[in-house]
């Protein structure tokens, strides 16, 4: 299983682990751009981990312009296998109040400004979003948040949308009628990528307000969810160490997006654009390369 390798993508509130002292950062790019920071990579208990903050360090890209193909390109070129997204998210329940993780299961993708697919040009490819996140991972998520005593629910749908704007009250209101869960701005395209990719992922979605639906609870209010995020941002730290710990002992050989792109390439071989075709060799060589 050595070849296994895990990336924490941390969102609002975890832009780094200062408690990794063995540290180095790496300067990548690929075809799409430049990714939205230098990636740590670094050890812990001897096992190799890298680390990249969505929306840079200093939090300085807004969900919107954040460069989603180029952070998974180039955790892929690093061979990593297994990507955990930390994110901050508006809770849609009564029950998920702020301070409580969600592992996310299902998302409803609302956005409409971004760039969801590394196949856009000579070469076509649909993966299968059923079950976008993999069990295992998802597995070792829920056994290192336990170990830390946080307050979690397993399973949920995150409503992704545009932002940067929060929602209005009729929106929060639609959201809820669907029964989502919780609503977040930057989980999507990000998991689709990763499954093009063929990398495992898995999202620990953290509850900093009630979005606006609540009538008891104030409006969003920034100053208010850094307050929650820093006391989340010192949780997930600790769950991320767990992570590195025990992710492998639930990786699933049998996880479809190990392969996944065996079946979703639907472009004739002769179709297929050399130019492209080097694009998408980090990505998708596995497959265009045969």
């Given amino acids: 299983m050595?070849?296994?390798?895990?990336?924490?993508?941390?969102?609002?509130?975890?832009y780094d682990v200062e408690e990794f002292k063995d540290r180095e950062l790496l300067d990548l790019s690929s075809p799409w751009g430049k990714p939205s920071d230098q990636i740590l990579k670094t050890k812990y208990n001897d096992k190799e981990v890298y680390f990249l903050p969505r929306h840079g360090r200093g939090h300085f890209i807004s969900p919107s312009k954040i460069n989603f193909r180029a952070n998974i390109d180039v955790l892929k070129q690093l061979g990593v296998t297994d990507i955990v997204s930390v994110s901050a998210v508006g809770s849609?329940?009564?029950?998920?109040?702020?301070?409580?993780?969600?592992?996310v299961d299902q998302f409803i993708d609302r956005t409409f400004a971004r760039?969801?697919?590394?196949?856009?040009?000579?070469?076509?490819?649909?993966?299968?979003?059923?079950?976008?996140?993999?069990?295992?991972?998802?597995?070792?998520?829920?056994?290192s948040i336990k170990q830390e005593s946080i307050q979690y629910q397993r399973g949920g749908t995150y409503v992704v949308m545009e932002g940067p704007q929060f929602s209005t009250l009729a929106e929060s209101n639609l959201y809820r009628s669907w029964n989502a869960d919780v609503i977040g701005m930057t989980n999507m395209p990000e998991a689709k990528l990763a499954r093009e990719?063929?990398?495992?992922?898995?999202?620990?979605?953290?509850?900093?307000?009630?979005?606006?639906?609540?009538?008891d609870h104030e409006n969003v209010d920034v100053q208010k969810v850094i307050k929650v995020l820093l006391?989340?941002?010192?949780?997930?730290?600790?769950?991320?160490?767990?992570?590195?710990?025990?992710?492998?002992?639930?990786?699933?050989?049998?996880?479809?997006?190990?392969?996944?792109?065996?079946?979703?390439?639907?472009?004739?071989?002769?179709?297929?654009?050399?130019?492209?075709?080097?694009?998408?060799?980090?990505v998708a060589g596995r497959v265009l390369n045969k």
């Avoid at 760039?115 to 056994?143: Q, R, W, Y």
């Fill in 197 to 215: 990719a063929e990398i495992r992922y898995a999202s620990v979605s953290m509850v900093t307000d009630y979005d606006c639906w609540h009538p």
């Fill in 92 to 103: 849609l329940k009564e029950d998920l109040p702020p301070g409580k993780f969600v592992l």
């Fill in 2 to 14: 050595a070849n296994n390798k895990l990336a924490i993508i941390g969102g609002s509130g975890l």
């Fill in 231 to 282: 006391d989340n941002a010192a949780k997930a730290k600790n769950m991320i160490k767990n992570l590195i710990d025990n992710f492998e002992n639930h990786i699933d050989p049998n996880d479809p997006t190990n392969n996944c792109l065996d079946v979703a390439i639907i472009t004739s071989p002769e179709k297929r654009s050399k130019k492209t075709k080097e694009k998408l060799n980090t």
């Fill in 115 to 143: 760039n969801k697919t590394f196949f856009d040009e000579d070469i076509v490819a649909h993966v299968s979003m059923a079950h976008p996140t993999s069990k295992g991972l998802m597995n070792a998520c829920e056994e």
